[in-house]
């Protein structure tokens, strides 16, 4: 549905922090699917862990925050480079490591989407195991309103 090029217009993120790599399901309003194909050589396994390497919890909670952005962006249809979005609330449950080989897929659903934020629903998952849950709340400012 939106392959790595429709991601990076769309997100605020750049590589090596842009951490979804399809979206798969769109739902305007309502819910969004995607995935990020963990290999190997992802920086962030260089030092957690060396000879265990696993994804770390917070680069998940990103991947859900991300997917949250799209489809909040593909909703209201919104220009990344005259917004910010701050993230004020992750109330998250870790299940299960993810490591390389994994495909991480992050389904999202909204519970309120307003025009200046929202609140989600976020699940991660690896071959239909719950790695991962979270609710996020974010608000979004238009940058020539932001002071910050």
């Given at each position: 549905m939106l392959n790595i090029m429709e991601l990076q217009q769309i997100l605020p993120q750049e590589y090596p922090f842009l951490l979804i790599d399809r979206v798969l399901e769109?739902?305007?309003?309502?819910?969004?699917?995607?995935?990020?194909?963990?290999?190997?050589?992802?920086?962030?396994f260089v030092g957690h862990f060396p000879g265990l390497p696993v994804m770390p919890g917070v680069l998940i909670?990103?991947?859900m925050a991300q997917t949250a952005i799209v489809l909040y962006a593909k909703t209201k249809h919104v220009d990344k480079n005259m917004v910010r979005y701050y993230f004020a609330k992750a109330e998250i449950k870790f299940k299960a490591p993810v490591v390389p080989g994994d495909v991480l897929q992050i389904e999202v659903e909204a519970e309120k989407m307003l025009s200046t934020g929202g609140i989600l629903k976020a699940v991660a998952s690896v071959e239909g195991k719950t790695v991962a849950e979270s609710v996020i709340g974010f608000s979004?400012?238009?940058?020539?309103?932001?002071k910050t």
């Amino acid at each position: 549905m939106l392959n790595i090029m429709e991601l990076q217009q769309i997100l605020p993120q750049e590589y090596p922090f842009l951490l979804i790599d399809r979206v798969l399901e769109l739902d305007e309003g309502k819910r969004i699917v995607a995935i990020k194909n963990v290999t190997a050589n992802e920086h962030f396994f260089v030092g957690h862990f060396p000879g265990l390497p696993v994804m770390p919890g917070v680069l998940i909670l990103e991947a859900m925050a991300q997917t949250a952005i799209v489809l909040y962006a593909k909703t209201k249809h919104v220009d990344k480079n005259m917004v910010r979005y701050y993230f004020a609330k992750a109330e998250i449950k870790f299940k299960a490591p993810v490591v390389p080989g994994d495909v991480l897929q992050i389904e999202v659903e909204a519970e309120k989407m307003l025009s200046t934020g929202g609140i989600l629903k976020a699940v991660a998952s690896v071959e239909g195991k719950t790695v991962a849950e979270s609710v996020i709340g974010f608000s979004v400012k238009n940058i020539r309103e932001d002071k910050t």
